[in-house]
């Protein structure tokens, strides 16, 4: 937990499954989590109770296992069931997404089997906009765009690698093959922090021995308990539910 946060003030940000408020710090927010699970552009929405403090505490888990590795997160930890403390982070309006497996868009758009490990892990960059759809883009979009700087792009880049190779081993550990996952990124005092959440939200996380998908994609696709398969990857990481 987060000692001495600040009263939780106004609503700065509300998305699909998060909730932002600012705090008397000027330098200190609380992420909330919702409930609501939603698919395809919020196209597909449904409730899901205990999703929230489930997301809350797999991502305090993971955020606070990177930071402890040397990786720089906004993540300051639990102050309640469902939200955490964060710093202020001035986000960027890119993010990164980090491929070990082909699945979901990749498969789709190279025409690919899903499934496929690849030889290498593909980084690839997104726009963040709901009304485009997050379309892909590269650091030349970034660039004349204005939405980063050239060092900001290197370092993006250096750490989605550096949470890769810290993260795959863990998962592996626990029998999860770690296929693909979203990262966002944001300014703090000059320096480039991760930001937003790490959770099965924003993963795809397989059972390694059978393949079976226990993140967001069983709700995309109506795979089966959605929450089970979050509780699965709660469990095989430790994470105290």
């Avoid at 758009?109 to 980084?123: H, N, T, V, Y």
């Avoid at 993260?167 to 093959?177: S, Y």
């Amino acid at each position: 937990m987060a000692n001495h946060l600040p009263p939780k003030g106004e609503l700065l940000y509300e998305g699909k499954g998060k909730q932002v408020f600012r705090t008397a710090d000027p330098e200190t927010l609380v992420l909330a989590f919702k409930d609501t699970a939603t698919a395809f552009d919020g196209r597909k929405r449904s409730e899901l109770a205990d999703k929230g403090r489930i997301n809350n505490a797999i991502n305090d888990h993971l955020m606070a296992y990177l930071g402890e590795r040397g990786i720089p997160v906004h993540h300051l930890g639990r102050v309640g069931v469902a939200e955490s403390a964060v710093r202020n982070l001035e986000m960027l309006p890119v993010e990164a997404v980090v491929r070990n497996v082909v699945a979901g868009s990749l498969a789709r758009r190279l025409g690919r089997a899903e499934g496929e490990p690849l030889s290498r892990p593909i980084f690839e960059l997104y726009y963040k906009s709901d009304e485009l759809g997050d379309p892909l883009v590269n650091e030349f979009h970034a660039l004349a765009f204005g939405w980063a700087a050239e060092d900001e792009l290197r370092r993006m880049t250096e750490l989605a690698f550096q949470v890769n190779d810290v993260l795959h081993p863990l998962f592996a550990a626990g029998g999860l093959t770690l296929v693909d996952y979203k990262l966002e990124f944001g300014r703090f005092r000059g320096e480039l922090y991760l930001g937003d959440e790490l959770t099965p939200d924003g993963c795809r996380l397989w059972e390694s021995a059978t393949g079976e998908k226990l993140d967001k994609d069983r709700f995309r696709r109506d795979l089966g308990d959605v929450l089970e398969g979050y509780r699965a990857i709660g469990r095989r990481l430790g994470v105290d539910l």
